[in-house]
């Protein structure tokens, strides 16, 4: 009797929080639990009724750690270490390294590269609300010199299916997300591997 009892109690719990949904209460909680990232993204700017679209995959952890990779229309990795920002463009040839230092503070990968804890210190939660079963939940940066004037994640009950944010330049920028996993992996694979007869340029 008291294993049934125990099944139904941890069913019940289980079925609380897989079927709990964000809100501006618990997103940067729910964030701050995620340390590693890894997704296939679909990439769309829209500019003056132009839309550019990039496919590529994503790679990030809590420790500040990430790899992009550009992989349609054009060949582009970028990759950071806790010193250095890697740039390796294919068709140029070049392999561009510079300083790390505050160079991701106002960028929107910081969503996921801050480390655990800091989130609120970079942004203010303007709301979370409800749209055809989606989340979406507006962020605005602390920082009044950022770039990024809105930042918005859209989810799924607890799937985020895409971020996008609008820039000073008046770009609307989505990433739309596949396979997404939280999993950790290691982090080995966040190296860029340089081909032969690149030219590496220091900054």
């Not at 590269?113 to 939940?137: E, V």
Request: charged letters at 30%; hydrophobic letters at 40%; aromatic letters at 12%.
């Amino acid at each position: 009797m008291h294993k049934i009892l125990l099944l139904i109690l941890f069913a019940t719990v289980f079925q609380s929080i897989s079927s709990e949904e964000i809100n501006s209460e618990n997103l940067f909680n729910f964030l701050n639990e995620k340390q590693f990232l890894e997704a296939k993204f679909t990439q769309t700017t829209y500019l003056n009724s132009r839309d550019r679209i990039i496919k590529g995959t994503i790679k990030a952890t809590r420790g500040g750690l990430f790899k992009l990779e550009y992989l349609e229309p054009i060949q582009e990795t970028i990759s950071a270490d806790k010193r250095f920002l890697y740039k390796l463009d294919i068709e140029l040839e070049q392999l561009d390294i510079v300083p790390r230092e505050e160079y991701f503070k106002d960028t929107p990968i910081n969503i996921f590269i801050t480390k655990t804890g800091d989130i609120d210190k970079l942004y203010l939660i303007d709301s979370c609300t409800n749209d055809n079963k989606l989340t979406i939940c507006a962020l605005s940066p602390k920082d009044k010199d950022s770039f990024v004037e809105k930042l918005f994640l859209k989810f799924l009950k607890t799937d985020l299916k895409s971020l996008s944010y609008l820039d000073s330049f008046g770009q609307l920028v989505e990433l739309e997300f596949e396979e997404i996993s939280w999993k950790p992996f290691p982090v080995s694979q966040l190296l860029i591997e340089v081909p032969e007869g690149i030219d590496v340029v220091y900054h």
